[in-house]
């Protein structure tokens, strides 16, 4: 908790910095794609392109959120501002770094997500009650994607290698995800890589709470899924933050 009290009062003097990336650029992106191109789209699968990009951007911006504030904030701490090394000289152990950490990441993504909850469900893009659950999925899916890209933080020493992280994980993950088209149309021989992405699983767990229907797979096993990148990343986050603290 010292270590989630630490992240937020450095986030009471940023905050307005991100405030268009985390709260007005869902929402614009969403008008424009969902209602703009969506009149030319017209519907998937029997529902309006509106209704159907909702859960996919709402799954997106958790997952882009999680990843992109876990890159340069983890690896500042360490190298720069040297935060981490400050917190290894007090009572607070490695767990409770990480662990404060992904409760910091939690908080801004649930916030986020339900602000944009509320927005879309103004437009009525919601068709299920159990639209509220995905603040739950979208949870899951920040855990899912910032232990992993934190441990990856902490394991570097140079800014440049995010560009790749950037480049080759997150850009092909969101377009790929099936936030945009069904990943049914994507070719057989790169779907696969749309199911090893945590975003697909966050994706139509969210599609199918917001529209009321079924997901591809049992939801057990979407759940399954995210809980081994979380359990995975956060061993290697607890590894990585140890041998970078070691002196």
């Known amino acids: 908790m010292a270590v989630l009290e630490r992240h937020l009062c450095l986030y009471r003097r940023l905050w307005r910095a991100s405030v268009f990336s985390s709260f007005v650029l869902p929402v614009l992106f969403l008008v424009s794609i969902g209602i703009g191109v969506g009149g030319y789209v017209g519907g998937i699968g029997g529902v309006d392109y509106l ?3 909702v859960p996919g951007v709402l799954a997106s911006t958790a997952f882009q959120m999680a990843a992109g504030e876990s890159t340069y904030s983890v690896l500042g701490d360490f190298k720069w501002t040297r935060g981490y090394h400050a917190m290894r000289a007090t009572p607070v152990g490695i767990r409770d770094m990480v662990a404060g950490w992904l409760l910091y990441i939690l908080l801004r ?9 509320v927005v879309t469900s103004l437009f009525g893009a919601l068709r299920s009650p159990w639209a509220v659950v995905t603040p739950l999925v979208a949870g899951l899916v920040a855990v899912a994607a910032a232990a992993p890209v ?3 933080a902490a394991s570097i020493d140079h800014d440049s290698y995010f560009a790749l992280l950037f480049r080759f994980v997150m850009i092909p993950s969101t377009l790929f995800a ?6 049914e149309q994507l070719p057989g ?6 199911y090893v ?6 994706v ?3 599609r199918a709470a917001t529209l009321g229907t079924a997901p591809p797979w049992p939801a057990v096993v979407h759940v399954v ?3 081994a990148f979380a359990a995975a990343g956060l061993v290697w986050a607890g590894a990585a933050f140890r041998k970078r603290l070691r002196d």
């Open 178 to 183: 099936g936030v945009f088209f069904p990943v």
């Open 189 to 194: 021989v790169v779907r696969p890589l749309a």
């Open 51 to 53: 209704a159907w990009i």
């Open 150 to 152: 934190t441990a990856f």
């Open 204 to 206: 139509e767990l969210c």
């Open 109 to 117: 993504v649930e916030i986020a997500v339900v602000v944009f909850l």
């Open 225 to 227: 899924c995210l809980l």
């Open 197 to 202: 992405s945590p975003l697909w699983h966050g």
